[in-house]
């Protein structure tokens, strides 16, 4: 079955400094690979999906992804935080084991910042 | 282009009781997703739709159950209230039903179980 691990429940940044949220899966072939953010009291936002081709990739509000498949590996970065980026942040894995559709979320890493 | 709306935006039950969440997909989306979030947890999976049929389903027991309408709107019923049921509903909808299908979430239902 596949996992998503989320090692970090929280993380605290100073405002302007650099993130990388780290992401760890477990599935039989390449996975979807997605990362969500939400704000306090809000449903979830896609920020960036990786299918296939170009291992890095960019999303939005400036947050990049790298897919490392000798890692299992799908960690999120962004060069500057802003304070606004405050949030939890979610890596979710989809794929189809089996012929049916089962998502699967991290439990989440709740990003602090600091002014 | 509307987004993906749900109602209530807050519900009080008691044990044993049952609850209808409703979900209003994005435009043109045929498949919907619900998801249980307890507080400090990722979203589980409890089963989608696609074209009106339930198209996968995670590890939630019978009692909870689902539609979805022509217009592509859902509901999610849940059946004998637990304490346990006590979580933010989300419901999400996307183009496709696939794997790899990017999906839009509502705002959710939160929803409590005296």
């Known amino acids: 079955a596949q996992s998503v691990t989320q090692p970090d429940i929280h993380i605290t940044v100073s405002e302007g400094a650099s993130l990388e949220l780290r992401c760890n899966y477990s599935y039989g072939a390449t996975p979807y690979l997605f990362w969500y953010v939400q704000s306090p009291g809000q449903g979830l936002q896609l920020l960036l999906k990786y299918f296939s081709g170009d291992t890095l990739v960019q999303g939005i509000k400036g947050f990049e992804a ?10 999120l970065r962004k060069p500057s935080v802003h304070w606004s980026d405050a949030a939890e942040y979610f890596c979710a894995v989809g794929a189809h084991p089996g012929g049916s559709y089962i998502p699967t979320f991290g439990r989440g890493t709740s990003l602090i910042v600091h002014p | 282009e509307t987004g993906v709306t749900q109602s209530p935006t807050h519900l009080i039950k008691t044990r044993g009781q049952q609850v209808t969440l409703r979900c209003s997909s994005q435009s043109g989306h045929n498949t919907v997703s ?3 979030q307890a507080l400090g947890q990722g979203p589980q999976f409890i089963f989608q739709y696609y074209r009106e049929e339930e198209n996968g389903r995670g590890n939630f ?4 159950s689902g539609l979805q309408f022509p217009n592509y709107s859902s509901e999610l019923n849940v059946n004998a209230l637990e304490l346990d049921d006590s979580a933010l509903y989300l419901c999400a909808s996307s183009l496709v039903s696939s794997g790899g299908a990017a999906q839009y979430f509502g705002p959710g239902t939160r929803l409590t179980v005296l």
């Open chain 1, 66 to 75: 790298e897919f490392k498949r000798s890692q299992s590996s799908f960690n």
């Open chain 2, 34 to 36: 619900w998801y249980q």
């Open chain 2, 61 to 64: 027991p019978p009692r909870f």
